[in-house]
């Protein structure tokens, strides 16, 4: 997991599939060439974004657990309800769902550890 800047992280959000991504105050890591990960603080936790080369999706879920033992705590991961496939990813990795939001996200947390 390498740490990127704000300017090729924010490209490579885009160019993986997070289309548009503004990420504010967040931090940037890449996994392997072929998975961003965007790290944003939050008072209680951390929020995670990630966006991943099509062709590289079957790692999905290698990458998920290692941003989760880099970040560590509570995590939040907002998701397209539309993606099920993360979903069940996340909730395989211990994530519970804690609500929806009405731009059809679902929002999933892992407790601290």
Not at 6 to 12: D, R
Not at 34 to 61: N, S, T, W
Not at 75 to 82: C, S
Request: with cysteine.
């Amino acid at each position: 997991m390498i740490k990127v800047g704000k300017a090729l992280g924010e490209q490579l959000m885009d160019e993986w599939g997070n289309h548009g991504w503004e990420g504010g105050n967040v931090d940037y890591y890449v996994w392997e060439w072929c998975c961003v990960f965007a790290v944003a603080p939050l008072e209680d936790g951390h929020q995670i974004h990630m966006a991943m080369q099509k062709d590289a999706r079957y790692m999905c879920r290698d990458a998920a657990m290692d941003v989760i033992k880099l970040v560590g705590g509570t995590i939040y991961a907002p998701l397209l309800k539309t993606n099920r496939s993360i979903a069940n990813m996340v909730k395989k990795l211990g994530f519970d769902h804690l609500c929806d939001e009405p731009n059809d996200i679902s929002v999933y947390v892992l407790r601290g550890q």
